[in-house]
T-cell receptor, first 116, second 114 residues
Framework: GNSVTQMEGPVTLSEEAFLTINCTYTATGYPSLFWYVQYPGEGLQLLLKATKADDKGSNKGFEATYRKETTSFHLEKGSVQVSDSAVYFCALSDRYNAGNNRKLIWGLGTSLAVNP | ETGVTQSPTHLIKTRGQQVTLRCSSQSGHNTVSWYQQALGQGPQFIFQYYREEENGRGNFPPRFSGLQFPNYSSELNVNALELDDSALYLC?????????????FGPGTRLTVT
């Protein structure tokens, strides 16, 4: 079945460092790909998305490119801030029946801590 | 635009009891999905409701059941609670008409079973 694999954390960076969180997927067809962020004590927030190969999703300085040839959707940010400390989840949208109904399949999450 | 809300925020139950969690979907969304997120894990899909009917289910036993109401709000019911049911329960609303089928999440209900 379809699956998502994320790099294990925790990741600890200093403020203004470059961030990469790796995400690879296994899927049949052409899923949509997402990064969600979960701040301490809060629910999940959609960070960015991409719907087809070579699409680049971006938001709040974060970027990820849908790479079909490497089945990857790595999250990057050029200069992290303390406020970026959170858990980041990579997910894909998986069709589970003949209709247009989909569920999200998730990676295990990568915890990021940014120190001042 | 009102976001997804869930109640209660926290809940403590004893093994064997029953629990009902509630979710109000985002305005304009007619589909609600429920996920279980154990500590340190990614969310696991429980089931989805569309127009008051269950239209998909993950690998959860029948003691996990749900409802969706005409206003698209939803309930998750868990019978015969087990210690392993302790988790954050997340509700997400969406609209099948959305191209990439984004899901918008509520803050979750933290269930502790003792």
């Amino acid at each position: 079945g379809n699956s998502v694999t994320q790099m294990e954390g925790p990741v600890t960076l200093s403020e203004e460092a470059f961030l990469t969180i790796n995400c690879t997927y296994t899927a049949t067809g052409y899923p949509s790909l997402f990064w969600y962020v979960q701040y301490p004590g809060e629910g999940l927030q959609l960070l960015l998305k991409a719907t087809k190969a070579d699409d680049k999703g971006s938001n709040k300085g974060f970027e990820a490119t849908y790479r079909k040839e490497t089945t990857s959707f790595h999250l990057e940010k050029g200069s992290v801030q303390v406020s970026d400390s959170a858990v980041y989840f990579c997910a894909l949208s998986d069709r589970y029946n003949a209709g247009n109904n989909r569920k999200l399949i998730w990676g295990l999450g990568t915890s990021l801590a940014v120190n001042p | 635009e009102t976001g997804v809300t869930q109640s209660p925020t926290h809940l403590i139950k004893t093994r064997g009891q029953q629990v009902t969690l509630r979710c109000s979907s985002q305005s304009g969304h007619n589909t609600v999905s429920w996920y279980q997120q154990a500590l340190g894990q990614g969310p696991q899909f429980i089931f989805q409701y569309y127009r008051e009917e269950e239209n998909g289910r993950g690998n959860f036993p029948p003691r996990f059941s749900g409802l969706q109401f005409p206003n698209y709000s939803s309930e998750l019911n868990v019978n015969a609670l087990e210690l392993d049911d302790s988790a954050l329960y997340l509700c997400a609303s969406s609209s099948p008409g959305t191209g990439p089928y984004e899901q918008y999440f509520g803050p979750g209900t933290r269930l502790t079973v003792t």
